[in-house]
Nanobody, 117 residues
Framework: VQLQASGGGFVQAGDSLRLSCEYS?????IGWFRQALGKEREFVGG????????KYSDSVKGRFTISRVNAQRTVFLHMDNLKPEDTAVYYC??????????????WGQGTLVTVSS
């Protein structure tokens, strides 16, 4: 099982950025998480297999959007109106079950997003 997050970079506050998560397994919930320096990892959002359910943390709701293209085995995290507090390493993860925070079985390597003010 493999997951690979990509697309991170250095942007200015107010900019947009799209992260990608490529996965090798089908029928799994994909979640996005982030971890800022010195802070605990937090749930950002997630999507179920057929994209009928998406959930977001309050801190990103209205600014971040998750989409999924199963034919490409890719989940996207589109981030708009980025803020300096969005600076973190972003990870994607997979599990069977409900969309939301909590335990995920498989994890990919992270991608760094830095937002400058």
């Amino acid at each position: 099982v493999q997951l690979q997050a990509s697309g991170g970079g250095f942007v200015q506050a107010g900019d947009s950025l799209r992260l990608s998560c490529e996965y090798s397994i089908d029928n799994y919930v994909i979640g996005w998480f982030r971890q800022a320096l010195g802070k605990e990892r937090e749930f950002v959002g997630g999507v179920n297999w057929n994209s009928s359910i998406t959930k977001y943390s309050d801190s990103v709701k209205g600014r971040f959007t998750i989409s999924r293209v199963n034919a490409q085995r890719t989940v996207f995290l589109h981030m708009d109106n980025l803020k300096p507090e969005d600076t973190a390493v972003y990870y994607c993860a997979a599990r069977i079950g409900l969309v939301g925070p909590g335990h995920y079985l498989y994890w990919g390597q992270g991608t760094l997003v830095t937002v400058s003010s």
